[in-house]
Nanobody, 120 residues
């Protein structure tokens, strides 16, 4: 099972980015798994950002991104997304996607990160 995160980049404060997380692998049943996004800044612990359930009808966000970020998924494409809006310099981090939540904050599968850098 592989998760491939993409879409990061350099953006000015107030701008937007859309991150994608493409899942692949034999017998990978993304449609049955909750998906999550996390972020990490060097020297700090990994931080939960958002989660979406398998059906896409239930989402959770950390308080700092509520109203600005939107998590979504397209099970037909085995892809999850994180739309980042009204970005601030505090959103600068490496963003990771994850699949199949074991318990809050703990997932079975993790992707490599994609760097998001917000300039002032």
């Amino acid at each position: 099972v592989q998760l491939q995160a993409s879409g990061g980049g350099l953006v000015q404060a107030g701008g937007s980015l859309r991150l994608s997380c493409a899942a692949s692998g034999r017998a990978f049943r993304m449609y049955a798994m909750g998906m999550g996004w996390f972020r990490q800044v060097p020297g700090k612990e990994r931080e939960f950002v958002a989660h979406i359930n398998w059906g896409g009808d239930t989402t959770y966000y950390t308080d700092s991104v509520k109203g600005r970020f939107i998590i979504s998924r397209d099970n037909a494409k085995n892809t999850a997304y994180l739309q980042l809006n009204r970005l601030t310099v505090e959103d600068t981090a490496v963003y990771y996607c994850a699949a199949e939540m074991i318990r809050p904050g703990e997932y079975k599968y993790w992707g490599q990160g994609t760097q998001v850098t917000v300039s002032s």
